[in-house]
Structures are given as structure tokens and as C-alpha cells.
């Protein structure tokens, strides 16, 4: 059974930053590759930005260049560093793992900015 569990949503101004943190558990897992989505209130699920478990990165226009996204291999986490956050990326923040071919989804995690 995998799990994904996130952590570190709140309340942050405009202009502010935060980091999300998602572990992946189970037995003996493999991780190819590890993403963040977000929903906003009344909108669809949109893909954030990738990490494969060798590094690469990429990223949706909307965050490039305020979002980072890195990983810890031994530790089966992903993070999601953002910084200069404005009121739209207000949303709930999933992870998703692709583990065996099989994307596995956290509960998520609610990021609110104010203005």
C-alpha cells in the first residue's frame, strides 16, 4: 500500500514564501518520477511542475521562475519551495507519485495567500 502524505500548507501573505513537503511510503517502493498539482477554488486540478527521481524539472508558466522543486531519493520526499506568492496560488497542493507505471495522489494540502 502506498502512501503519500503532504505537509507544510498555511496561511502566507502576498509576496511571501512556503514549503511543502510530500513523503511517499510503502514497501520496498520505486519512484520514477514525483509532481505537484494544485486546485483552486471552482477550477480544474493543474499540474505545477515535475521532478523525475534523476533530477529533472519542469514547470508550468504560471510558477517558472517563483517555484522550485526538489527531492530527497533516500527519503522518498518531494518539496515544493515557493516563493513570491501571490493571491492566485491560493489552492489545495496534491503530490503525485508514479510509482510501477501507477500514479499514486496525496490528500493534499491547502495553501492560502492573502492580499
Known amino acids: 500500500q502506498v502512501q503519500l502524505v503532504e505537509s507544510g500548507g498555511g496561511l502566507v501573505q502576498s509576496g511571501g514564501s512556503l514549503r511543502l513537503s510530500c513523503e511517499a511510503s510503502?514497501?520496498?517502493?520505486?519512484?520514477?518520477?514525483m509532481a505537484w498539482h494544485r486546485q483552486a477554488p471552482g477550477k480544474e486540478r493543474e499540474l505545477v511542475g515535475t521532478?523525475?527521481?534523476?533530477?529533472?524539472?519542469s514547470y508550468s508558466d504560471s510558477v517558472k521562475g517563483r517555484f522550485a522543486i526538489s527531492r530527497d531519493k533516500f527519503k522518498n520526499t518531494v518539496y515544493l519551495n515557493m516563493n513570491s506568492l501571490k493571491p492566485e496560488d491560493t489552492a489545495v497542493y496534491y503530490c503525485?507519485?508514479?510509482?510501477?507505471?501507477?500514479?499514486?495522489w496525496g490528500k493534499g494540502t491547502l495553501v492560502t495567500v492573502s492580499s
Open positions: 503525485k507519485a508514479r510509482i510501477y507505471g501507477v500514479d499514486h
Open positions: 510503502g514497501h520496498r517502493i520505486s519512484i520514477s518520477a
Open positions: 521532478i523525475t527521481w534523476g533530477g529533472e524539472t
